[in-house]
């Protein structure tokens, strides 16, 4: 597979743009302790599972 190929590197910047998403919610629900992170409160991002998480804990 080429270093070049654009699929590839589409799927890395996805994966990375994942992992950050995630690092931020979990790094914002334990600054603030709240459940659901004051962005999300669109009725199909409510229920998220770290949101269930929390919720369980």
Do not use: E, T
Not at 11 to 33: D, E, Q, R, S, T
């Amino acid at each position: 597979m080429k270093r070049s190929n654009p699929m590839f590197v589409a799927w890395i910047a996805f994966l990375v743009f994942l992992i950050l998403c995630g690092a931020a919610l979990i790094w914002a629900g334990m600054l603030k302790g709240k459940p659901v992170p004051r962005f999300a409160q669109h009725p199909v991002q409510a229920i998220h599972p770290l949101d269930v998480y929390h919720y369980a804990a």
